[in-house]
């Protein structure tokens, strides 16, 4: 080994003694703050009560995970002022709930709107919250039997949860002919619950039951006119028996109507409208003269109405229009009576009973394309709707398809100027006062629907998010610029641009250093395109993801759709780092070739794959490296080039990319040297000390590169005097070797002496003659 | 003394062994045994009666039998065929060979038949004698090829045939048929030229080796047939031949008294010319209860034992049946008249004074206790509850106790557990909420006593979610149209109709256009994904036809007995099926529902299978099964109506005890049926006795076995004793049959063992209580037999206890043997 080497291997090893304790400490480190290393988000799970109160202050629970340090809220709701709840013991400190006051105004309709959470974390998932002018009271967790029901007072809501194979009993007082509505808010709050519900006798005889209801899914409801002064029990389980904390209800019980639509289903942004509340249970209920702002923002109104005596309320969802709103005109039950329909426009209709068909005519030109999208379940109407576009003639033209979960739409093109018609009926015949219905008529235009795979973006503090964003593009296949609306400037993007019929993108978001740790933002990614000469613009969907959120609720309210909350954590870890080993790295004249190691300290449970590149090299001189792969910790770098480089250092440097959850990270070495050596390096090294009038052997050893294969004479330049050993030795082709044996006369002095050799090889056809480091060899006395 | 009284410890523990020791016993099985042909005494019959009355031949190949009646003064018929005299006037234009008229000559001529000093004279016409007599194809060569059975099922009708020759099953495809009997093969299965040469005609007859052995003899009419359609040409029927429309059997029902016991059948076939003609020698015959009455080729009847039996006839796709009786003196045999309770008893009793049939005594207060519990309830009375039954003085009690079951929530959770069978209620068919939501929808309407008509058409007309509208699940189990019309078939019509699908019915009356034409009131079902995960949305689009797969011919909706119905327009055709099936004089659908609760409630159904109606599985009871369906229509399709008149009826409480004359009877209901508790009754009968219940996952603590809404509990207890899959809508999935398995559950079973050990279990707690052994004996036989223990019994039991050392040992093993029974296993 010559001076060289051992000296690299000996700060090698000294380093990397130092750096295994370094990482020992960082690791003891890493396992004790695994949890705080890298950003760890605020959960919600749910809150407690369900409800806030309009027009008072309602402390809410939440409840959920990483919520310590949390920095400030975000709600749906139009109007809400929050703060979090002074006088609450360590609130805001506590990693599994925190309590915050919301005020709501009075005129706040009741109905289910989205909140989330920030902390210097992040941003937390959406959370339904319901607005509930009935007072809630909380599940005692005793009530599983009739005879340990808890007592209610009427009106009120229970906020609880079902346990597994169990039931929850309520039991309240009430006198003869009052009216009681039991509703179960479950689902629609995203809880996983399938709720039943029994109101039982006083002696446990059922009176009425409900399971899943029209037009509010897998909720329930039922109204029930009390015969019999006396006490009743309400039972609610979920309805396989499944049940945790999350199989929570908000259950109502008072004086409320039971509606779950209007008609028409539509309010005018610029007019006025009359809408009628329907339901189950809702007649007596005062029309409602709706001015939707056109400001109002997304395409849905919370609506809530109740008895002009009674306490509570129920709600609905009505659509938010700017389209000519037109209502049937009955009896339109054929083709002759059909009722006008003027183009582009919304109709409302109703099935006032089973098997009523409704037509509408239309006038429309050769070469029209129109669409027509019908709205009921996600408006709160049961029905399920059957379309047909006919013929003046009573053909069929264009049918809607009914195989999957939308609402229906027809597609369809207009052969020849002339009068249509358009059949609605329900799918499955049924009618009555909530069998009400929307179609929306529009001229078709090309463009394109998006969808994002989040609902909630969070970033270390100058860190990056990534989404996926999918594509449904309808007859355009041009580029869409995909940009992020609320989250100010200074962000940089990638992935943003869907090419030439592209059906999806990563999309990947740097955020600007001014976004500090715990701001929370409600952003939405909005794709940009010009069609022809019209500039076309959507938002990306989140209702995929809502779903899943919410238990499978198929319709999420709707003005979460495409809110995504943004969020910054803090800075995000080193997660490795790189040494070259050696540290100065050898490159073989004649040969023209070298090694070395590139070696990766990882960090933070970072196991994944970085990549490698090799920069600076002298001219000639390229490296092969790969990188190193997930889970290993090295990899061989091999160069290779120009042969005729004089001796001398080069400086070159090695820089590492990877990502680890998302967050890209660089690490240079910039400074490796490059020292240009012959061929074969010698070194010698004595076994141990020359004996006065003994033998030592001395150890040589080469060191080959590239094509330096052959044998190679090594001689030693001067040998001490009385010190004797062979001229020369030749190691062997391919060995790299050999001992010389020296010996000691007994007249040679005693002390120490510096020794060399030199070694002679011919490395392609070049002779090349190289000394080693000097080594020192001690001469003792016997 | 008792049926079960145990009288020694030993006898009680043997009583283990006899889990399995009810076995099926044949009717009047010590009568059974070979045919015996007696000589038929004539007497004097006060007129004799003929059919045909008339006779028209109007074919060379023409014949008609003759089958003659006599009638007599007491009421009585019987067949005199073989005893008379039957003499043409004129032999030129028509003979008489072996009782049957064979044309001569085309002119008239009468035939004379005599007996008993009676004659009768029949008029001949012949004509057509000069025309050549082509074979039909159709109703020559198949319907001889059928007759000798070469195209059954288990020889060249089966689906890939034999020996490398296939037929259609029985003929259903002619098509097919002249494919293969007259192009493949090379062309040797039929030699038009040499017809003997034929391979048909030379395989059966064993000319050449025949793997099916002889089934054809020169002198079969079917030989001649074969034979004369292969010189002929071997062709196939032009499309605008006679059709045969349908057959008419004589006679259609009788009843005959020993020794009167024979009886030669006339099967005549009406074609679509308006000719009639005389297929008994090639019509194909079964009978119902061979061990009642054998029938052989030529169509003639003997009847061996007391008993009835449905004679099916068959040609081609054409049948019907002759019902006949046969009654015999019993010796030693006297009727007295026992109270009838109410119309069941009239048509039981009529049946069983008839039959020579005494029926048993009444059963006793505890075992009617028990009885009528286990069948309404599906669980044992309390101890309290049997108690208080048999100290009741009150003459009304059992009338009162069955109004009181009939209206307790535990009978609508049992017999939805019954319904659950049949609908096929299990996750993988519904999803794990729809089992839920589809059983509480069957509790519900049972509790209400939702009115059968209305049940069935909830079921057949459901749409929408399937968890919104939870009977929309019937179209998830039947996810597509052919299970639809095997399923809606064999629960409301009681018709096992899945043959037809490929092809005719071998053994029945339907078709594969039935088939497929039942199933086009169906085939617009459609189905897609609902809103939730699991969730299904079911409706009927506004088109949609079936097509046969075997003719390519689009089906038009078909009603049985009623033929196809026009149903044109977009409506959905379930509808007017539903309005078929739910009118009153549909013959099927009371039937099979009423049917199904005797079954259920007499161990046996008057019907039975109780879902397999059909030509040649006739009622036992003919009488009784109409009268109950009537009943049940008159009341409105109301199955508690028909559960109270049953449970009311004599019939249902007479004792399980057989006397001398009842002892072999096992289908006219002259005893009760002991039969093993169901799987579900029967371990909740265990809890019961033991006080200790059963947990099931994913229910409630307390739920009851007969509570589950489906099998995916995962029981093994209930799996041994027959718990059913619900892969399948028959009832014949739930296991009665009793098998080692169940034997080793009961003796040493960890179930049982841990009931009977269990630290608070109903004997520890009495113990604890301070309770005597007597005490605790007593209830135990209270809450197990629903009666008190005998004194013998308990001397038994305290001996055995005394002897054992421990006291509370001793106590559980007359806990165990109890739980092993027969009294406790069996319904009784």
């Known amino acids: 080994m010559t001076r060289l080497m051992r000296a690299t291997a000996s700060v090698w090893t000294m380093d990397v003694s130092l750096v295994c304790f370094g990482l020992f400490l960082c690791a003891v480190i890493g396992i004790v703050a695994a949890g705080t290393a890298l950003a760890d988000p605020p959960s919600l799970s749910y809150c407690l009560p369900a409800a806030a109160a309009p027009g008072k202050a309602t402390d809410i629970k939440f409840i959920g995970g990483n919520l310590a340090g949390a920095t400030g809220m975000w709600s749906s709701l139009p109007t809400c002022a929050h703060e979090m709840t002074p006088g609450v013991e360590q609130n805001g400190t506590k990693a599994d709930q925190v309590t915050y006051r919301l005020t709501l105004p009075s005129e706040v309709p009741v109905g289910i709107y989205g909140v989330r959470l920030a902390t210097t974390e992040g941003v937390s998932n959406v959370r339904l919250l319901m607005v509930d002018d009935l007072a809630s009271v909380a599940d005692n967790g005793a009530n599983k039997s009739v005879a340990t029901a808890q007592e209610l007072s009427l009106p009120v809501a229970v906020d609880g949860f079902c346990e597994a194979e169990s039931y929850d009993f309520y039991k309240f007082t009430a006198v003869a002919g009052q009216r009681v509505s039991l509703e179960c808010v479950a689902r629609r709050l995203g809880s996983q619950l399938d709720p039943v519900i029994r109101l039982l006798d006083s002696v446990g005889h059922e009176l009425a039951y409900s399971d899943d209801e029209p037009g509010i899914g897998a909720d329930c409801r039922l109204a029930y006119r009390i015969k019999q002064a006396g006490v009743y029990f309400v039972e609610i389980r979920d309805i396989r028996y499944v049940g945790d904390a999350n199989h929570r209800y908000h259950l109502r019980i008072g004086d409320f109507p039971l509606a779950t ?76 009576k059909s009722s006008p329909l003027n183009l582009p426009g919304a109709i409302n209709g109703r099935f006032e009973q089973a098997n009523d068909r409704d037509y509408f005519q239309f006038d429309a030109k050769k070469g029209q394309r129109l669409i027509f999208t019908g709205r009921t379940r996600s408006l709160g109407s049961p029905s399920d709707l059957f379309m047909r576009v006919l013929k003046a003639d009573g053909g069929l033209l264009a049918e809607a398809e009914d195989s999957g979960v939308d609402e229906g739409v027809i597609d369809v093109s207009i052969p020849a100027d002339g009068s249509y018609r358009l059949m609605v009926e329900d799918l499955l015949r049924r009618g009555g006062p909530d069998h009400v219905y929307r179609v929306v008529v529009e001229p078709y235009s090309a463009g394109f629907s998006l969808a994002i795979d989040t609902e909630r973006f969070n970033a270390p503090k100058s860190g990056v998010f990534v989404a996926k964003v999918t594509c449904t593009r309808r007859d355009y296949n041009g580029p869409i610029a995909l940009s992020l609306e609320g989250a100010g400037d200074g962000l940089v993007l990638t992935g943003n641009t869907l090419g030439e019929g592209a059906k999806e993108t990563v999309l990947n978001v740097t955020l600007p250093p001014s976004v500090e740790p715990g701001r929370l933002m409600n952003v939405r990614v909005v794709g940009r395109a010009k069609i022809g000469d019209v500039e076309f613009q959507t938002t990306a969907s989140t209702l995929g993801v809502l779903r899943t959120a919410f238990s499978g609720l198929e319709y999420p309210p709707a003005d979460l759709d495409g809110a995504i909350g943004l969020g910054a954590g803090p800075l995000f870890p080193e997660f490795f780092e790189l040494a070259a080993a050696p540290a100065i790295v050898p490159y073989a004249q004649i040969v023209g070739g070298g090694t070395f190691k590139i070696q990766a300290k990882r960090l ?106 052959g044998p190679v004479v090594v001689r030693f330049k001067q040998l001490p005097l009385g010190v004797t050993g062979p001229a020369e030795v030749t190691i062997a082709e391919g060995k790299n070797e050999g001992t010389i044996e020296l010996a000691a006369a007994a007249d040679t002095l005693p002390g120490k002496t510096l020794l060399a050799a030199t070694a002679t090889a011919s490395v392609k056809d070049r002779a090349v003659t190289v000394d080693s480091e000097p080594m020192a060899l001690e001469i003792n006395k016997p | ?410 009978y609508a959770e049992f017999w939805a557990l019954k319904w659950g069978d049949l609908l096929r209620l299990r996750n993988s068919k519904v999803s794990a909420a729809g089992v839920h939501k589809f059983h509480r929808w069957i509790e519900a309407a049972l509790r209400d006593n939702m009115p059968y008509d209305q049940f069935a058409r909830d079921l057949l007309t459901a749409d929408g979610s399937t968890f919104a509208n939870p009977p929309a699940n019937y179209f998830r189990t039947a996810a597509e149209t052919n299970d639809c019309t095997e399923t809606t078939s064999q629960l409301f019509l009681g018709i096992r109709i899945q043959c037809a699908k490929c092809h005719n019915h071998p053994f029945e009356r339907w078709t594969q256009d039935n088939y497929y034409g039942i199933g086009a009131f169906f085939n617009r079902i459609q189905r897609k994904p609902g809103g939730s995960p699991d969730e299904l949305v079911v409706w009927s689009a506004r088109s949609g036809e079936v097509t046969q797969p075997r003719t390519g011919k689009q089906m038009k909706p078909w009603l049985p007995l009623k033929g196809d119905a026009d149903l044109p327009g977009e409506d959905d055709r379930r509808d007017a099926f539903v309005n078929w099936l739910t009118s009153a004089d549909n ?10 609760i005797w079954g ?107 509570q589950l809404p489906s099998p995916d509990v995962d029981n093994y207890f209930l799996k041994v004793f027959g718990q059913p899959a619900r892969e399948t809508a028959c009832q014949c999935e739930r296991s009665s049959d009793s098998n080692l398995s169940q034997a080793l559950q009961m003796i040493n079973g960890p179930l049982v063992h841990s009931k009977v050990r269990n630290e608070k279990n109903r004997l520890r707690t009495l113990v604890t209580a301070g309770k005597n052994d007597k005490e605790v004996i007593s209830e135990l036989y209270l809450a197990a037999l629903s009666r008190p223990p005998s004194d013998a019994e308990i001397e038994v039991s305290t001996k055995h206890i005394a002897a054992s050392g421990d006291r509370t040992r001793g106590l559980e093993d007359v806990c165990w043997a109890l739980l092993n029974a027969n009294e406790f296993l069996f319904q009784h």
């Open chain 2, 1 to 410: 003394m008792r049926l079960f009284q145990f009288t020694s410890f030993a006898a009680m523990l043997s009583a283990v062994t006899a889990i399995a020791a009810l076995a099926a016993t044949t009717a009047f099985g010590e009568e059974s045994g070979a045919a015996v042909l007696e000589p038929i005494v004539v007497g004097t019959p006060d007129k004799i009666d003929v059919q045909p009355p008339q006779i028209k031949l109007d074919t060379p190949r023409r014949r008609m039998h003759l089958v003659v009646s006599g009638m007599y003064a007491d009421g009585a018929m019987q067949d005199l065929s073989r005893a008379t005299e039957l003499i043409s006037k004129d032999e030129k234009i028509a003979k008489v060979e072996h009782g049957v008229v064979v044309p001569v000559a085309n002119g008239t001529t009468q035939v004379a038949a005599r007996v008993g000093g009676k004659e009768v004279m029949v008029p001949v016409e012949v004509i057509g004698q000069e025309r050549p007599d082509q074979v039909s194809f159709q109703h020559g060569a198949l319907v001889a090829l059928s007759k000798q059975g070469c195209n059954s099922g288990a020889c060249h009708g089966s689906p890939s045939g034999k020996g490398g020759f296939r037929m259609s099953l029985r003929a259903y495809d002619e098509a097919l048929d002249i494919e293969t009997l007259v192009r493949e093969a090379f062309n040797r299965r039929t030699n038009a030229y040499e017809p003997a040469a034929s391979l048909l005609l030379r395989k059966p007859t064993m000319e050449v080796p025949h793997g099916g052995g002889m089934k054809l003899k020169k002198s079969d009419p079917a030989y001649e047939l074969l034979h004369d359609w292969i010189a002929q040409g071997c062709h196939a029927d032009a499309a605008d031949a006679p059709k045969c429309v349908k057959v008419d059997v004589f006679p259609r029902q009788r009843i005959y008294k020993r020794p009167a016991h024979t009886q030669q059948l006339l099967v005549l076939a009406h074609f679509s010319d308006g000719t009639v003609r005389d297929v008994t020698n090639l019509a194909c015959y079964s009978s119902s209860d061979e061990a009642v009455a054998t029938v052989d080729a030529g169509g003639f009847v003997t009847g061996l034992d007391r008993g009835e039996s449905a004679i099916l006839v068959r040609y081609l796709e054409k049948m019907e049946t002759s019902s006949l009786m046969f009654l015999k003196e019993v010796e030693g045999f006297k009727w007295s008249d026992a109270p009838k309770n109410n119309f069941v008893d009239n048509d039981v009793l009529d049946k069983l004074r008839q039959l020579q049939i005494l029926p048993s005594e009444p059963c006793a207060d505890d075992e009617f206790v028990r009885r009528v519990y286990l069948d309404v309830i599906g669980e044992l009375p309390t101890v309290a509850e049997a108690q208080a039954f048999l100290a009741d003085a009150d003459p009304a009690k059992r009338t009162k106790l069955i109004d009181s079951l009939l209206g307790r929530p535990e």
């Open chain 2, 587 to 596: 013959p099927f659908f009371a039937k099979v529902e009423v049917n199904r």
């Open chain 1, 604 to 709: 933070n449970k970072f196991d994944e794959k970085v990549n490698l590149a090799v920069e600076g090299l002298p001219p000639g001189v390229t490296a092969k490296v790969a990188a190193i792969d997930k889970g290993k910790g090295e990899v061989d770098v091999e160069l290779s080039g120009v042969a005729a480089l004089a001796e001398g250092e080069h400086v070159f440097r090695v820089i590492g990319t990877a990502t680890y959850q998302n967050q890209p990270k660089r690490v240079v070495l910039d400074k490796i040297v490059l020292r240009v050596v012959k061929p074969v390096q010698v070194g010698i090294t004595p076994v141990g000390a020359l004996v006065v009038g003994g033998k030592q052997s001395i150890k040589v050893q080469l060191t080959r590169y590239g094509d330096a294969k």
């Open chain 1, 261 to 336: 639509t209007t008609y028409p289903m539509a309010g005018n942004k610029q007019a006025t409208s009359r809408l009628v509340f329907c339901g189950p249970d809702a007649d007596g209920l005062p029309p409602l003269n709706l001015v939707a702002a056109a400001s109002v923002p997304g395409d849905q109104l919370p609506l809530s109405a109740k008895y002009a005596d009674g306490q509570g309320s129920a709600f609905v969802r009505a659509a938010a229009s700017r389209l000519s709103e037109q209502i049937e005109l009955e009896p339109n039950d054929t083709p002759e």
């Open chain 2, 600 to 706: 259920h409630l007499i161990g046996r159904g008057i019907v039975e299978p109780v879902d397999d109606f059909r030509d040649s599985n006739p009622p036992s009871n003919a009488v009784l099964l109409d009268h109950l369906a009537k009943d049940f229509v008159e009341h409105k399709f109301d199955r508690k109506h028909v559960l109270r008149t049953i449970l009311n009826s004599r019939t249902y409480q007479v004792s399980s005890r057989k006397n001398d004359f009842n002892k072999n009877d096992v289908k006219y209901f002259s005893h009760a049926t002991t039969r093993l508790l169901s799987a579900e009754q029967l371990l909740d009968a265990i809890c019961r006795v033991t006080d200790v219940a059963e947990k099931y996952a994913g229910l409630p603590a307390g739920t009851r076995a007969t």
